[in-house]
């Protein structure tokens, strides 16, 4: 009879109740060794089990070996949890004491190339000062494994997550690097690249052999059958390197979905045992001391015949399985989610039980379709409607990252404020390639697609905003209102509530670097020019007062400074405001008897403020704008310099 009951609850319990005192059993001696923190973790598990229970279920309770599979993901949490460093389950127990400190304004990420910035890993540890200056809290070191030579996608294509790339380390290394970086309590992101693997993987390279048991880690095809029904819906992701998203592979006489390069080879996790093996590998990593953990290409890891197979239920499902596990396992770590996609889908992964971080990349893409145009009602609009998230979540706003800049607003929201979202991506793209006519911007075209027009923009954020076209024409003019720019997005960044992130070499302003198109590896991929070798901070003359790269620095340092003192700054209730004037963008950030009043001026000319609307919000006769240190009577009007951002403490 159908009582209409959820049966998994009970059934989990079943299971759990089952399988563990087989697995305690099997670990008994270790298990005595942990004592105490053995009753923790099986206290997380038994409040985890249920959710991960239902989560595998979901994906994989109609495989008949479904109770197998839980015993092998139970098998998994155990054993990789007894191997867990003492520290670290000293780190998970305080943050289960103080769940998500992640809120704080004291928050300030940074992220990187080891090669490039410091040619190996054991060289890093020098520059951990640089990085308190700068005020860094969490440290994210672009993917370090190792990966087939040459062409490798910047890292993301994995021949072996438990492996350090030998050109910049070891694995001793990095847990030299991390536990240093931990002392000055910086912690470590990296990244889980749980999509594909490259093809020189160990299982790719079993699934070449002919290997039943390895071919189902992929998704592979004899003849071109059901690639061809798949490819109908599928978007290219790098039309310009390859069409299609299925490479031939001589070795297994056989096509392979690859929806990124050629020789990133998608997973198949409809097979458990890709969960499964996954899995380990993300233990295995947060067995290394990793605290935030950046799911890369989270939108792609399921597949659905006759849909664009981005964002589909069971990639969710997939990442609230990981979550579960973490949690029982390794609850210090936090997951970001790198979802670039539409809005409404970035959104979807942003939860306590998925990814309790994430890119914002609509606030970046409108900040730099705000400096375009010099006005700010999509910015306005986008952020009234979007910018909300759960509690115990929050955004990593940033400006620019190692990746390319796609438009990706809503068109609806578009619309509704008067804007033609086609026609307005075609004017950026042109805008930011420095095809339109006045663009400030030097930006390089990435990935165009003839058949869609679709086109992304790479380069640095000082190219972007202007500063390379000022310093060719040698004006000193356009060199001031470049600097401007640049300060003006940082302002938001650090202040609209978040995680803000920099991408390292912005802090001192690094412009375009064209020396990649002379590597054959890296020649058709313009995100080489934003991915420099240049490094400021080791310079002789760092104490050059007189360079741009200096001030720069200087600018970067003080905001973070004081953004670490404004508790108002802390994650979550940012309300935008109604500031009467096109070009302002602004917005409230309060807190216990705090408020301040952020107000950003994206034209090049000054701008009126009309004072009354500070009143409306509780100033009284003035207000002090914390990023001069100046008053500001707000009777009447008041003006905001070109450019100008003002935090405005009217509390
Ligand atoms: C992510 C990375 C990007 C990479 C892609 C494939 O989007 O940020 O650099 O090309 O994943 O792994
Ligand atoms: C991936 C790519 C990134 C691209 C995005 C488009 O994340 O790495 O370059 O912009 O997909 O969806």
């Given at each position: 009879?159908?009582?209409?009951?959820?049966?998994?609850?009970?059934?989990?319990?079943?299971?759990?109740?089952?399988?563990?005192?087989?697995?305690?059993?099997?670990?008994?001696?270790?298990?005595?060794?942990?004592?105490?923190?053995?009753?923790?973790?099986?206290?997380?598990?038994?409040?985890?089990?249920?959710?991960?229970?239902?989560?595998?279920?979901?994906?994989?309770?109609?495989?008949?070996?479904?109770?197998?599979?839980?015993?092998?993901?139970?098998?998994?949490?155990?054993?990789?949890?007894?191997?867990?460093?003492?520290?670290?389950?000293?780190?998970?127990?305080?943050?289960?004491?103080?769940?998500?400190?992640?809120?704080?304004?004291?928050?300030?990420?940074?992220?990187?190339?080891?090669?490039?910035?410091?040619?190996?890993?054991?060289?890093?540890?020098?520059?951990?000062p640089y990085f308190k200056k700068l005020g860094l809290t969490y440290l994210h070191l672009m993917p370090l494994y190792t990966v087939p030579h040459g062409d490798n996608d910047g890292g993301y294509a994995v021949s072996d997550y438990r492996a350090i790339n030998p050109d910049i380390g070891s694995m001793d290394d990095?847990?030299?690097?991390?536990?240093?970086?931990?002392?000055?309590?910086?912690?470590?992101?990296?990244?889980?690249?749980?999509?594909?693997?490259?093809?020189?993987?160990?299982?790719?390279?079993?699934?070449?052999?002919?290997?039943?048991?390895?071919?189902?880690?992929?998704?592979?095809?004899?003849?071109?059958?059901?690639?061809?029904?798949?490819?109908?819906?599928?978007?290219?992701?790098?039309?310009?390197?390859?069409?299609?998203?299925?490479?031939?592979?001589?070795?297994?006489?056989?096509?392979?979905?690859?929806?990124?390069?050629?020789?990133?080879?998608?997973?198949?996790?409809?097979?458990?045992?890709?969960?499964?093996?996954?899995?380990?590998?993300?233990?295995?990593?947060?067995?290394?001391?990793?605290?935030?953990?950046?799911?890369?290409?989270?939108?792609?890891?399921?597949?659905?015949?006759?849909?664009?197979?981005?964002?589909?239920?069971?990639?969710?499902?997939?990442?609230?399985?990981?979550?579960?596990?973490?949690?029982?396992?390794?609850?210090?770590?936090?997951?970001?989610?790198?979802?670039?996609?539409?809005?409404?889908?970035?959104?979807?992964?942003?939860?306590?039980?998925?990814?309790?971080?994430?890119?914002?990349?609509?606030?970046?893409?409108?900040?730099?379709?705000?400096?375009?145009?010099?006005?700010?009602?999509?910015?306005?609009?986008?952020?009234?409607?979007?910018?909300?998230?759960?509690?115990?979540?929050?955004?990593?706003?940033?400006?620019?990252?190692?990746?390319?800049?796609?438009?990706?607003?809503?068109?609806?929201?578009?619309?509704?404020?008067?804007?033609?979202?086609?026609?307005?991506?075609?004017?950026?793209?042109?805008?930011?390639?420095?095809?339109?006519?006045?663009?400030?911007?030097?930006?390089?075209?990435?990935?165009?697609?003839?058949?869609?027009?679709?086109?992304?923009?790479?380069?640095?954020?000082?190219?972007?905003?202007?500063?390379?076209?000022?310093?060719?024409?040698?004006?000193?003019?356009?060199?001031?209102?470049?600097?401007?720019?640049?300060?003006?997005?940082?302002?938001?960044?650090?202040?609209?509530?978040?995680?803000?992130?920099?991408?390292?070499?912005?802090?001192?302003?690094?412009?375009?670097?064209?020396?990649?198109?002379?590597?054959?590896?890296?020649?058709?991929?313009?995100?080489?020019?934003?991915?420099?070798?240049?490094?400021?901070?080791?310079?002789?003359?760092?104490?050059?007062?007189?360079?741009?790269?200096?001030?720069?620095?200087?600018?970067?340092?003080?905001?973070?400074?004081?953004?670490?003192?404004?508790?108002?700054?802390?994650?979550?209730?940012?309300?935008?405001?109604?500031?009467?004037?096109?070009?302002?963008?602004?917005?409230?950030?309060?807190?216990?008897?705090?408020?301040?009043?952020?107000?950003?001026?994206?034209?090049?000319?000054?701008?009126?403020?009309?004072?009354?609307?500070?009143?409306?919000?509780?100033?009284?006769?003035?207000?002090?704008?914390?990023?001069?240190?100046?008053?500001?009577?707000?009777?009447?009007?008041?003006?905001?310099?070109?450019?100008?951002?003002?935090?405005?403490?009217?509390?």
């Amino acid at each position: 009879m159908n009582t209409g009951q959820d049966w998994r609850p009970e059934e989990a319990r079943k299971s759990l109740n089952r399988i563990l005192p087989e697995v305690e059993q099997l670990f008994s001696e270790q298990i005595r060794e942990a004592g105490q923190d053995w009753h923790q973790f099986k206290h997380r598990l038994y409040s985890e089990w249920e959710r991960l229970f239902v989560c595998l279920h979901h994906l994989y309770g109609w495989q008949y070996d479904f109770f197998y599979t839980l015993h092998r993901i139970l098998y998994s949490l155990v054993s990789y949890w007894l191997e867990r460093p003492l520290e670290l389950k000293l780190l998970d127990a305080k943050q289960e004491a103080k769940p998500f400190s992640y809120v704080s304004e004291k928050m300030v990420g940074g992220v990187l190339y080891v090669d490039l910035f410091s040619d190996n890993l054991s060289r890093l540890a020098d520059h951990i000062p640089y990085f308190k200056k700068l005020g860094l809290t969490y440290l994210h070191l672009m993917p370090l494994y190792t990966v087939p030579h040459g062409d490798n996608d910047g890292g993301y294509a994995v021949s072996d997550y438990r492996a350090i790339n030998p050109d910049i380390g070891s694995m001793d290394d990095l847990a030299r690097l991390t536990s240093a970086l931990r002392d000055e309590e910086i912690s470590l992101a990296l990244d889980f690249v749980f999509n594909h693997t490259s093809d020189e993987h160990a299982w790719a390279e079993k699934a070449k052999t002919g290997d039943p048991d390895f071919l189902a880690y992929y998704l592979t095809f004899p003849d071109r059958e059901l690639p061809d029904q798949f490819q109908r819906y599928l978007r290219d992701i790098f039309p310009t390197v390859r069409k299609g998203s299925f490479t031939w592979c001589e070795e297994m006489n056989r096509w392979v979905w690859t929806t990124f390069n050629s020789y990133q080879w998608d997973l198949n996790y409809a097979n458990a045992e890709v969960f499964r093996s996954m899995a380990e590998e993300m233990l295995f990593l947060a067995n290394q001391g990793v605290e935030v953990l950046r799911l890369d290409a989270v939108a792609f890891i399921w597949k659905r015949l006759g849909t664009n197979c981005e964002n589909q239920p069971e990639a969710h499902t997939i990442i609230r399985a990981f979550n579960a596990m973490a949690r029982i396992a390794a609850p210090c770590m936090t997951f970001k989610s790198e979802a670039i996609v539409a809005p409404d889908e970035v959104v979807r992964y942003i939860h306590p039980d998925e990814c309790q971080l994430s890119y914002n990349p609509l606030l970046m893409a409108l900040l730099w379709e705000a400096l375009a145009t010099q006005e700010t009602k999509l910015l306005d609009h986008s952020m009234r409607k979007r910018y909300r998230i759960p509690d115990g979540c929050a955004w990593v706003n940033y400006i620019r990252c190692h990746d390319d800049i796609g438009w990706t607003f809503d068109d609806q929201d578009a619309k509704e404020v008067g804007i033609d979202p086609v026609g307005h991506r075609k004017f950026l793209n042109r805008f930011y390639t420095g095809e339109f006519p006045g663009s400030f911007a030097r930006g390089v075209p990435f990935q165009f697609n003839a058949d869609t027009g679709d086109l992304r923009i790479s380069g640095t954020l000082s190219s972007l905003a202007g500063l390379e076209d000022a310093l060719s024409r040698e004006d000193n003019d356009l060199i001031k209102r470049a600097v401007h720019r640049v300060n003006l997005l940082r302002s938001i960044v650090m202040s609209i509530g978040g995680i803000p992130l920099l991408y390292i070499g912005d802090e001192w302003g690094m412009l375009n670097d064209y020396t990649y198109l002379s590597d054959p590896a890296k020649a058709t991929d313009s995100r080489w020019v934003h991915r420099s070798r240049k490094r400021w901070e080791a310079r002789e003359d760092l104490s050059d007062q007189e360079t741009l790269e200096w001030r720069f620095f200087q600018d970067m340092v003080k905001l973070t400074d004081l953004r670490k003192n404004i508790p108002a700054f802390q994650n979550g209730g940012m309300e935008v405001i109604s500031t009467g004037n096109p070009h302002l963008f602004g917005y409230i950030r309060a807190f216990e008897d705090q408020k301040i009043m952020i107000i950003n001026n994206f034209s090049d000319r000054s701008q009126k403020m009309d004072g009354t609307v500070l009143t409306k919000y509780g100033a009284k006769n003035e207000a002090v704008n914390l990023l001069r240190n100046e008053i500001i009577p707000i009777g009447g009007e008041f003006l905001l310099g070109e450019y100008q951002p003002m935090w405005l403490d009217i509390s």
